[in-house]
């Protein structure tokens, strides 16, 4: 009965142990894949952020990176393009001239973003491309670019920003990082079954 408890003991302490490893541990799985940027054709900035993703995507361009953004997930809806976004006149601001500045207005997805900007990247004869997105988002990311990019002798990059909300071991502290790495965690699993 002894050898039993100490077993018992073990093994839930053991399990306890991976779980909480697993669990801490998410953040950095989740934004795994950010990675320095180097000189590219395009600076994809994807959509759905409150300015950072275009702010780092408007510092990539004056630092030299490419000579092009494209800002993703722009609804076609309530885009004219007599006059610029919110995010387009941010990149004004920020000193990218506005004919380098290409708006995609038909992606409601990562994999359609990734799938538009391929087709872009076609049209304008662009083999590289850093993609700008938030941390919590590169793991997902990463997968959705490298299917849709397979074969293609086309090269991608992701690039985060540094929300200060952010922290891969500490994610779980911050509501906004907690949601978001769940939420991630959720469409990892969606997007494993739909388009993996």
Request: charged share 25%.
């Amino acid at each position: 009965m002894k050898a039993f408890l100490k077993i018992s003991l073990l093994f839930f302490l053991i399990s306890s142990a991976l779980c909480a490893t697993l669990y801490l541990g998410l953040g950095l799985l989740v934004s795994l894949h950010s990675a320095k940027p180097e000189k590219a054709d395009v600076i994809v900035v994807l959509g759905g952020d409150d300015g950072l993703r275009v702010k780092k995507g408007g510092d990539l361009y004056k630092a030299g990176y490419a000579r092009h953004i494209l800002l993703t997930g722009i609804d076609s809806r309530y885009y004219h393009p007599d006059r610029p976004n919110w995010r387009e006149r941010r990149l004004i601001q920020r000193g990218v001239p506005r004919k380098n500045i290409v708006v995609d207005t038909w992606s409601e997805t990562s994999w359609e973003e990734a799938e538009n900007t391929s087709d872009l990247m076609d049209k304008n004869g662009w083999k590289s491309a850093l993609v700008v997105s938030d941390p919590p988002h590169m793991l997902r990311l990463n997968k959705t670019w490298k299917k849709v990019f397979a074969g293609s002798g086309k090269r991608f990059r992701l690039v985060a920003t540094e929300p200060a909300w952010w922290h891969p071991l500490f994610w779980w502290r911050n509501d906004i990082s907690y949601r978001f790495v769940i939420s991630e965690l959720q469409k990892n699993i969606y997007y494993l079954v739909a388009y993996y």
